[in-house]
C-alpha cells in the first residue's frame, strides 16, 4: 500500500539557513509524489511535483526535492530559509487505485531571526 | 476568479447535531474530495468523488455522508455517529481522472461542544 513518512514533526532554521525536509515514501507502483505548504488556518497550496519525469524537481518559492528511488526518498531542500516559509509542510503520495493523494503527518517548519 | 469555497469557516455544535459543511468550485473540475485534518495527523481522506451522482469512501469514512448532485457542488455532513467530529475539514478538486494537482479550499473549522 502506498504511505509517505515525514521525518521530524517540527524542523527549526535561523533565517538564511538551509531547509531540508525529509519523506520516504512506500508505493508499489512507480510514484506521483508531491509537496504541499499549508499556513494557518488555510487550506493546503502546491509546493512542487513528481511525476517520473526529470528526478530533481523545482517548485515554487525558491523549493526543489530530489526523487531517489534508490532510497525511497523524496527531500524538500531549499538554499536559504525566509521568515515568510515558516509554515506546515506537506508530502503526499498518490494512492494505488490512481484516484486520490495521501498525505504524511506534517513537518512545522519555524524560521528565526 | 476561480477557486473552491469552503463555508461556514467556522462552526460550532451541539453533541447529537447533525452538520453539512459546503463546497462549491467553479474550476469546473470533476474531482472533488474531502480531507479531516487533526494536529499531528496530517491529511486523512473522508470522502471523494470523481464524477456527479457517483461517490467513494475514504480512510474515514464513519459518521460522515455526501452527496455529488451538481458537478461544482460536493457538501459534507457530520452526522450525531461520529465520535470525535471536531477538526479542520478541507475540501479540494481537481480537473479529472487520478490527482495531479490538489486545489484546496480554505477550510472549515467545526467545534462540538
Known amino acids: 500500500a502506498q504511505s509517505v513518512t515525514q521525518l521530524g514533526s517540527h524542523v527549526s532554521v535561523s533565517e538564511g539557513a538551509l531547509v531540508l525536509l525529509r519523506c520516504n515514501y512506500s508505493?508499489?507502483?512507480?510514484?506521483?509524489l508531491f509537496w504541499y505548504v499549508q499556513y494557518p488556518n488555510q487550506g493546503l497550496q502546491l509546493l512542487l511535483k513528481?511525476?517520473?519525469?526529470?528526478?530533481l524537481v523545482k517548485g515554487i518559492n525558491g523549493f526543489e526535492a530530489e526523487f531517489k528511488k534508490s532510497e525511497t526518498s523524496f527531500h524538500l531542500t531549499k538554499p536559504s530559509a525566509h521568515m515568510s516559509d515558516a509554515a506546515e509542510y506537506f508530502c503526499?503520495?498518490?494512492?494505488?487505485?490512481?484516484?486520490?493523494?495521501?498525505f504524511g503527518k506534517g513537518t512545522t517548519l519555524s524560521v528565526s531571526s | 476568479d476561480g477557486g473552491i469555497t469552503q463555508s461556514p469557516k467556522y462552526l460550532f455544535r451541539k453533541e447529537g447535531q447533525n452538520v453539512t459543511l459546503s463546497c462549491e468550485q467553479n474550476?469546473?473540475?470533476?474531482?472533488m474530495y474531502w480531507y479531516r485534518q487533526d494536529p499531528g495527523q496530517g491529511l486523512r481522506l473522508i470522502y471523494y468523488?470523481?464524477?456527479?451522482?457517483?461517490?467513494q469512501k475514504g480512510d474515514i469514512a464513519e459518521g460522515y455522508s455526501v452527496s455529488r448532485e451538481k458537478k461544482e457542488s460536493f457538501p459534507l455532513t457530520v452526522t450525531s455517529a461520529q465520535k470525535n467530529p471536531t477538526a479542520f475539514y478541507l475540501c479540494?478538486?481537481?480537473?479529472?481522472?487520478?490527482?495531479?494537482?490538489?486545489?484546496f479550499g480554505e477550510g472549515s473549522r467545526l467545534t462540538v461542544l
Open positions: 479540494a478538486s481537481t480537473p479529472s481522472g487520478g490527482p495531479g494537482e490538489l486545489f
Open positions: 508505493s508499489s507502483v512507480p510514484p506521483y
Open positions: 513528481y511525476t517520473s519525469a526529470a528526478t
Open positions: 503526499a503520495v498518490i494512492n494505488q487505485a490512481g484516484t486520490a493523494l495521501i
Open positions: 474550476l469546473n473540475h470533476d474531482a
Open positions: 468523488s470523481q464524477i456527479v451522482n457517483d461517490f
